[in-house]
């Protein structure tokens, strides 16, 4: 593996193979979050993946903001495949955010033959999320924005921290070992770079980035997902230029690449075969 270090001392990537798969992971993740799809993908496939800034390896730093992610993107990018080079680019929560903020830069566009869009969304992020189970309205945003911007340790991962987490992203049939994995990943996330990360989410708005996205573009969703539900995928679906499709998963809450590795890695895989322009590379990026 080679690591490369991105841009403002940004994001770690750990290179696998020959290349030509991008996952990006979201809030309070790691690239631990990919396991499944870089253990299979890896095998015919080179697959790059790497920490946001603050998260897993890579260093915490002062630029939170979707611009950041975006510049980080572009340096890995830059930094992992040549020049005119293709990859299918996976972006979960927030990665798929990044996706977004860096949907019309130079960089990204020179390099993405498509996009798969998980369990994410563009704007209204805390005003749109179900994890508080009240009706829709200003209570539920103030006590959504401060339950998710707390700035209290997680600790460590229990039998109660177990549980809420269950609730709050995963699926009602969720199997132990998938929770405690989520878990381990999300209690490993530095407080401080836990917080700072949820301001910048209770304000974003990338609706622009969707429009400006036009890549092939497959979206994935759970149907039980309380963080980016399902209005955000209708939204996405709405606006992006090259809509591929949707999936559906019933029952799957919002990590849905641990809770259905199979059917994430089979999409990542279908995007490598119907997009002409890659090669096999796939970038993968995380998110919460």
Known sequence: MSGVLGSDSGPVAETTKSADRFPA???????????????????DHRVIAYDQRGHGRSPASLACTADALADDLEAVLKETLAPGEKAVIAGHSMGGMTVMAAAARPGFREHAAAVLLCSTGASRLVAESTVIP???GRLRTWLTARVLGSRAPLGPVTPVARAILKYATMGRGSAPHMVEACARIVHACPRKVRHAWSQVLDLLDLDHGVRQLT???AVLVGSADRMTPLVHTRSLAAALPQLLG???????????????????TAKIRELVTTSPKATKNTQVKEGA
């Open 25 to 43: 992971h979201g809030w309070a993740c790691s690239t631990a979050f990919w396991a499944a799809q870089i253990r299979e993908l890896a095998v």
């Open 134 to 136: 009240i009706r829709a």
């Open 215 to 217: 890549v092939p573009t």
């Open 246 to 264: 949707v999936t559906e998963l019933p029952g799957l809450g919002h990590m849905t690449p641990v809770e259905a590795p199979e059917l994430v």
